[in-house]
Nanobody, 128 residues
């Protein structure tokens, strides 16, 4: 059984940093795409960052240069390092995984469509 569980969400002031973690268990695919998504109040879910099984990363324009996605394969943990946080980064953050590569046509970064496994989410609140 695949299980993803996020942690690390918190309330911080603008300009601060947070590191989100996603513990992944039962996901035994050698080819995969994993990512972070967020949903702000009253808005649809949107893609934040992806990492492919070959290490290739993709970022939303709004977080480029501020966020870094990484994966510790030995510990099966997906990370999202978030620096220079802005109030617009506020939202529920979800990690997700799929057993196809990130460039697969079924994967839609903007919405998260194509990802079959999701965590319950962790809240990030950035105050001005």
């Amino acid at each position: 059984q695949v299980q993803l569980v996020e942690s690390g969400g918190d309330s911080v002031q603008a300009g601060g940093s947070l590191r989100l973690s996603c513990s992944v268990s039962g996901f035994l695919y050698s080819d995969y795409c994993m990512g972070w998504f967020r949903q702000a109040p009253g808005k649809e879910r949107s893609g934040v960052a992806l990492i492919d099984s070959d290490g290739t990363t993709t970022y939303a324009d709004s977080v480029k240069g501020r966020f870094t996605i990484s994966k510790d394969s030995a510990k099966n943990i997906l990370y999202l390092q978030m620096d220079s946080l802005k109030p617009s980064d506020t939202g529920a953050y979800y990690c997700a995984a799929t057993a196809v590569r990130c460039h697969h046509r079924a994967v839609v970064f903007s919405s998260g469509r194509g990802f079959g496994y999701w965590g319950p989410g962790t809240q990030v609140t950035v105050s001005p």
